[in-house]
């Protein structure tokens, strides 16, 4: 999953800072940081917070890219 893609391309579409959307979710601009190049991955309540703070659902953080979305159909139909 590309979470931190997902949450850096909407903050900048949405103009804001990492450090503004580290003031707004009370969530160090450090850990934003690391969620975004994909070094942890957000637990739910972050995702929660982050997801308010863009005014998108969780779902759209955890879009797939087509491409990840192709490859796990063709790992699932190998398990079939």
Request: overall charge negative.
């Given at each position: 999953m590309?979470?931190?893609k997902n949450i850096r391309n909407i903050?900048?579409?949405?103009n804001i800072t990492q450090e503004e959307l580290a003031e707004i979710t009370g969530i160090e601009q450090s850990i934003i940081s690391r969620?975004?190049?994909g070094i942890i991955i957000p637990p739910i309540p972050k995702l929660e917070a982050i997801s308010k703070?863009?005014?998108?659902p969780i779902s759209?953080?955890?879009?797939?890219?087509?491409?990840?979305?192709?490859k796990g159909s063709s790992i699932a139909n190998s398990f079939s």
């Open positions: 590309k979470v931190g903050r900048i579409q949405k969620y975004e190049n703070a863009l005014e998108v759209k953080l955890l879009e797939l890219e087509e491409t990840e979305i192709k």
